[in-house]
């Protein structure tokens, strides 16, 4: 935002105005305050993977808890319930052949990669002494972990759905709705962090628009930032 003055070099001169660029701040839980600086986090296909397996877990979740003990193919909550999977699996293979593959493989790459830095801020002697958090990347370890256990929620999901409607009820069948309560803990959780958590849900633009406040980004992911800014820093010359 943009305060206005006004110079006037002499009695029979017309004022010249003059705009002066306010500088940056940020709200101490994260929130904008006039201009701030942003820094681009994901991608559209990074958001549009994110935003397609919430909308089809939800999709899932609700038709699951619909569909009777005896069920049949054609069982409406059944039918939904199976679509909204295979709905999944086609728009995170449609990402991958012609949306930003590159985008999606690092975010996998990084999310799968615990570091010593990850474990430090998993630490739970840190957490319960309220020592400060390590430099992180672009993802910490708590971040990490809720997707890695949520990946493997959602492949049991699969595995046991699968087992379900093409062997029938067993024991290893029954294992479907233990999985689907433990993975929608962990969603849980993690919506309360984007939404709730003062501190982190600031997040949840680089989610939707797809970037953050930088200020917010160096508190919070202060080794992913310096990664970002030593690239910016390198001009087409030094190349």
Not at 25 to 41: P, S, Y
Not at 72 to 100: I, K, R, Y
Not at 162 to 191: K, M
Request: hydrophobic residues 45%; positive net charge.
């Amino acid at each position: 935002m943009c305060a206005v003055t006004s110079v006037c070099p002499g009695p029979a001169q017309r004022c010249v105005p003059i705009h002066s660029q306010r500088s940056p701040q940020l709200h101490r839980n994260g929130a904008d305050i006039g201009g701030v600086e942003r820094i681009h986090r994901f991608t559209k296909s990074e958001r549009a993977a994110h935003w397609l397996v919430a909308a089809a877990f939800a999709v899932m979740l609700f038709s699951g808890g619909q569909v009777p003990h005896h069920w049949t193919w054609t069982t409406p909550a059944l039918d939904v319930h199976v679509g909204a999977a295979l709905v999944l699996l086609a728009g995170l293979g449609a990402l991958l052949l012609f949306g930003n593959r590159g985008a999606l493989r690092t975010t996998a790459r990084q999310l799968r990669s615990v570091r010593g830095d990850d474990r430090e801020w998993l630490d739970p002697g840190r957490i319960l002494n309220r020592r400060p958090a390590p430099p992180v990347g672009r993802f910490n370890g708590g971040q990490k972990m809720n997707a890695i256990l949520a990946t493997l929620g959602l492949a049991g999901l699969y595995a046991t759905g699968i087992y379900l409607l093409t062997i029938g009820r067993s024991a290893f069948g029954h294992l479907h709705g233990p999985f689907a309560f433990l993975t929608t803990v962990l969603i849980a959780g993690h919506i309360f962090m984007a939404l709730v958590n003062p501190s982190t849900r600031h997040a949840l633009r680089g989610m939707t628009l797809g970037s953050v406040n930088r200020d917010w980004a160096r508190h919070h992911h202060r080794r992913w930032v310096e990664e970002v800014e030593a690239a910016e820093a390198v001009r087409p010359s030094d190349l």
